[in-house]
Nanobody, 127 residues
Framework: QVQLVESGGGSVQAGGSLRLSCVAS????????MGWFRQAPGKEREGVAV????????YYADSVKGRFTISQDKGKNTLYLQMNSLKPEDTAMYYC????????????????????WGQGTQVTVSS
């Protein structure tokens, strides 16, 4: 069973940067879609960015393209989300998530596709 532990959240001013980390365990091959979701108070959980670990193919939400970068360190079983040019609307709890198999172009951003979740890390961006 895949287990995910996030870290790296915090408070930053608008225009600043943060890097989130997600350490994964409990899997022994790379056939997983893994990525980041976020949920702001009163809003639905939304997909931010995901990567298919085997091919490094990625998907991003339009709202973060050009500002956020998802990457992986296979040797450390760690997923990263580099967040630059942060905006107040990026404020949310960020969750790492994973499911077996490739990332679907049509469903990558649907939370119910993912079977493993981390506990979340809070990101707060002030104006």
């Amino acid at each position: 069973q895949v287990q995910l532990v996030e870290s790296g959240g915090g408070s930053v001013q608008a225009g600043g940067s943060l890097r989130l980390s997600c350490v994964a365990s409990g899997y022994y091959y790379q056939n997983y879609c893994m990525g980041w979701f976020r949920q702001a108070p009163g809003k639905e959980r939304e997909g931010v960015a995901v990567v298919y670990l085997l091919t490094n193919n990625t998907y991003y939400a339009d709202s973060v393209k050009g500002r956020f970068t998802i990457s992986q360190d296979k040797g450390k079983n760690t997923l990263y989300l580099q967040m630059n040019s942060l905006k107040p609307e990026d404020t949310a709890m960020y969750y790492c998530a994973a499911h077996h198999g490739g990332c679907s172009s049509g469903y990558w951003n649907q939370p119910n596709e993912y079977t493993a979740w981390g506990q979340g890390t809070q990101v707060t961006v002030s104006s």
